[in-house]
């Protein structure tokens, strides 16, 4: 099972960004997404595609449909300038797994 | 508050057997109320899934190591150990534990990672 995720994204403070991550029928599978700054280890931002840890901030917020499912920054601020990945569980195939995207720059400009 | 710490040595030389535990502070792996991961990154790279391993030391691992990764678990320390034999430069990396709470389950605590280089 394969996550596509666009490797870059740029938005202006204050305004949102959309991160996608892509994968056959992702709408039947949990959706998880982790944000990881610069030389520091990854801090789940949402969970179950829509959920947020407690001390994460509304303005992170997720969706899955289809075939895509999207991590929404709102107000985007410059500490929010990170790599995000996506993360399903799949048991598609004989040998359970656990699956990343590949990742997305989120540059604020 | 949960926390996990790796430690293990940051060099190894090619072809040896690249050695790493993660302690975990704040939980019991005994409780048998989470599955216990290892995970690396590759410079400048995505997150790879390595393994996981239960309390009971039931584990399952990703195919793409080929084998060469063993985890195993040790209740009375509190820990949980990852091997991984016959290293090549592939293997450098920064390794991180995890921890979540059932297949299926996010991965919502990390330690900070270890950077390991494999280099004669």
């Known amino acids: 099972y394969v996550l596509t995720q666009p490797p870059s994204v740029s938005v202006a403070p204050g305004q949102t960004a959309r991160i996608t991550c892509g994968g056959n029928?992702?709408?039947?599978?949990?959706v998880h997404w982790y944000q990881q700054r610069p030389g520091q280890a990854p801090v789940l931002v949402v969970y179950?595609?829509?959920d947020r840890p407690s001390g994460i901030p509304e303005r992170f917020s997720g969706s899955n449909s289809g075939n895509t499912a999207t991590l929404t920054i709102n107000r985007v601020e410059a500490g929010d300038e990170a790599g995000y990945y996506c993360?399903?569980?799949?048991?598609?195939?004989?040998?359970?797994?656990?699956?990343f995207g590949g990742g997305t720059k989120l540059t604020v400009l | 508050q949960v926390q996990l710490q790796e430690s293990g040595p940051g060099l190894v030389k090619p072809l040896e057997t690249l050695s790493l535990t993660c302690t975990v502070y704040?939980?019991?792996?005994?409780?048998?109320?989470?599955?216990w991961t290892w995970i690396r990154q590759h410079p400048g790279k995505g997150l790879e899934w390595i393994g996981n391993?239960?309390?009971?030391?039931?584990?399952s691992y990703n195919p793409s190591l080929k084998s060469r990764a063993t985890i195993s678990v040790d209740t009375s320390q509190n820990q949980f150990s990852l091997k991984v034999t016959s290293v090549t430069a592939a293997d450098t990396a920064v390794y991180y534990c995890?921890?979540?709470?059932?297949?299926?389950?996010?991965?919502?605590?990390w330690g900070q990672g270890t950077r390991v280089t494999v280099s004669s």
């Open positions: 704040g939980d019991s792996i005994s409780s048998g109320t989470s599955y």
């Open positions: 993360h399903v569980w799949d048991s598609s195939s004989d040998h359970p797994n656990v699956v």
């Open positions: 029928n992702i709408a039947s599978k949990a």
């Open positions: 995890a921890r979540t709470g059932q297949w299926g389950d996010p991965f919502d605590i």
């Open positions: 179950d595609d829509r």
């Open positions: 391993i239960y309390y009971s030391g039931t584990t």
